[in-house]
């Protein structure tokens, strides 16, 4: 993997995620660590390559791509990490990612992979929105929640740190159910995102981009989508029978336990929004929780 500059103090290193390493003179601080011990042994040889030594890292969300490196790094340099509050429970305790995914039931063995189940980190503060000062740069702060319960983006120099507050196109592309726990709150996030003036922007997930401006509204296109499809199959089914009917009508195929169960997972996000937008009704019957519209 090679290291891309962004802006005088920002790099990062492409990948299956993108991790942000913010130099100023000899140090770094790391945001976002990828999915387990090799992606942290890259981050330490591009940090050496740039000669400077991490003395922060900080952890955007909870999902295991994005703090799965922690482990390793934090064998080789005594930093403190910093989390969202709720996040950094997870961080800690791993085994709670595929939990909830099963809802709440001892997880399948199929769903305590890399992807969704990382090695445990400590966690010392937790992000708060405002100023951070680290390494001599004032980094800003934004609650973008949504993707995740808690999930923050960064803003240094002209850089925007999205990580998954927004998704890459070519993501957007093979993800048409874009991964979100709260809808509501993922959608605010990214109207908020409008009001930043930045001259690029780093996903967690595809490539930086120059137009934030239309990434944000290629993210509100998809989800838009995404709830439509999940409104329109709501004909009086259970979750997992409209997770079925909105993967016909968004032509998704899910081939393996752990995209099902984070695509359920999305489904039961989309259905609870639309219950709070009074859009959908929720029904007991027959033992079987049913999901219908109400007209309008
Ligand atoms: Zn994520």
Known sequence: ??????????YYLPGGVNAAILVNEKEAVLVDTGGDKNYGRELKRACESLAVTPVAIINTHSHADHYGGNEYLLKHYDVPVYAPEFEASIIQSPLLEPVYLFGGARPLPELMNKWLLAKPSKVDHFLAQGKLELIGLNLDLLDTSGHAHRHFSLLV???????????GSSVIDKYPLPFGQDIGAQ????????DVKVTTTLPGHGNPSRQLLDLIDLNLAAFERASNAIFTAAQGLSSEE????????LAIELNDLPRYF????????????????????????????LWAQIAS
């Open 1 to 10: 993997m090679a290291i891309e500059q962004l802006s005088e103090h920002v």
């Open 157 to 167: 120099d002209d850089v925007l740190i999205a990580a998954d507050a927004l998704f």
């Open 187 to 194: 959608i605010a996030s990214a109207q908020k995102l409008k």
């Open 242 to 249: 409209i997770l079925q009917e909105s993967c016909r009508i």
């Open 262 to 289: 984070l695509n359920l997972c999305v489904v039961n996000a989309y259905l609870n929004y639309l219950r709070t937008e009074g859009k959908l009704s929720l029904e007991l019957k027959n033992n079987r929780l």
